[in-house]
């Protein structure tokens, strides 16, 4: 799968809960897993038994001001909201972090402000830290589509993955090296016309 997307939670109430989420995360293939204004317990570890921080980096971020992302890393914020986005109808970026708020509350506004894209998953009232974070990662891996499609009864035959077709080479560095030795033209052009 192309892309990449890390997951972290803002403060933290239930370190337990962040370690589960953790875990998961190692298991759907995070990049990175971060906190933001947290506090981070030694209970963290007890339930992240895969022991993620040492398998995948682990960023802590002392405030929203030192929140850090790579270059084209969309942030994407969780949370009940009525101007958030339904899960099911989202497009995930190649490139994302996930943030959720923790247990005992939700995103501060300031986080919120920092966000490219705010998603919802559609239930009656909030659900569990680690739980609402893996139905999001469970949501990303099933919209890369590298799964054949349901049947249409259950039980049915699953459909087999169509084989990837690949198109034309794109000639990226060669059509930059001409656009840069293109301008260099026009730019000694213009030298010489005002020689003269």
Same mark, same amino acid.
């Given at each position: 799968?192309?892309? #990449? @997307?890390?997951?972290?939670?803002?403060?933290? +109430?239930?370190?337990?809960?962040?370690?589960? =989420?953790?875990?998961?995360?190692?298991? @759907?293939?995070? +990049?990175?897993?971060?906190? $933001?204004?947290?506090?981070?317990?030694?209970?963290?570890?007890?339930?992240?038994?895969? &022991?993620?921080?040492?398998?995948?980096?682990? #960023?802590?971020?002392?405030? $929203?001001? +030192?929140? !850090?992302?790579?270059?084209?890393?969309? =942030? $994407?914020? $969780?949370?009940?909201? &009525? &101007?958030?986005?339904?899960?099911?109808?989202? !497009?995930?970026?190649?490139?994302?972090? #996930?943030?959720? %708020?923790?247990?005992?509350?939700?995103?501060?506004?300031?986080?919120?402000?920092?966000? &490219?894209?705010?998603?919802?998953?559609?239930?009656?009232?909030?659900?569990?830290?680690?739980?609402? %974070?893996?139905?999001?990662?469970?949501?990303?891996?099933?919209?890369?589509?590298? @799964?054949?499609?349901? /049947?249409?009864?259950?039980?049915? /035959?699953?459909?087999?993955?169509?084989?990837?077709?690949?198109?034309?080479?794109?000639?990226? !560095?060669?059509?930059? !090296?001409?656009?840069?030795?293109?301008?260099?033209?026009?730019?000694?052009?213009?030298?010489?016309?005002?020689?003269?």
């Amino acid at each position: 799968m192309r892309g #990449y @997307f890390g997951i972290g939670v803002e403060g933290l +109430s239930k370190p337990m809960n962040a370690g589960n =989420l953790f875990r998961s995360a190692h298991a @759907f293939g995070a +990049s990175f897993v971060f906190t $933001v204004a947290a506090a981070c317990s030694p209970e963290i570890r007890k339930s992240d038994t895969s &022991d993620t921080a040492a398998q995948v980096p682990f #960023y802590r971020f002392d405030s $929203v001001a +030192s929140l !850090r992302l790579p270059d084209g890393c969309a =942030l $994407v914020g $969780v949370e009940l909201r &009525d &101007d958030a986005v339904d899960l099911p109808s989202f !497009r995930h970026p190649r490139r994302a972090a #996930y943030v959720l %708020g923790m247990e005992r509350g939700s995103l501060s506004p300031t986080l919120i402000d920092c966000c &490219d894209h705010l998603i919802k998953i559609p239930t009656r009232f909030s659900l569990n830290l680690a739980a609402a %974070g893996a139905i999001v990662m469970y949501d990303r891996l099933l919209s890369a589509g590298r @799964f054949g499609a349901r /049947p249409v009864v259950p039980g049915g /035959p699953v459909e087999a993955i169509p084989p990837h077709a690949f198109g034309q080479p794109v000639l990226r !560095r060669k059509a930059g !090296r001409e656009t840069r030795g293109a301008r260099a033209h026009a730019r000694r052009t213009e030298d010489q016309d005002t020689i003269r």
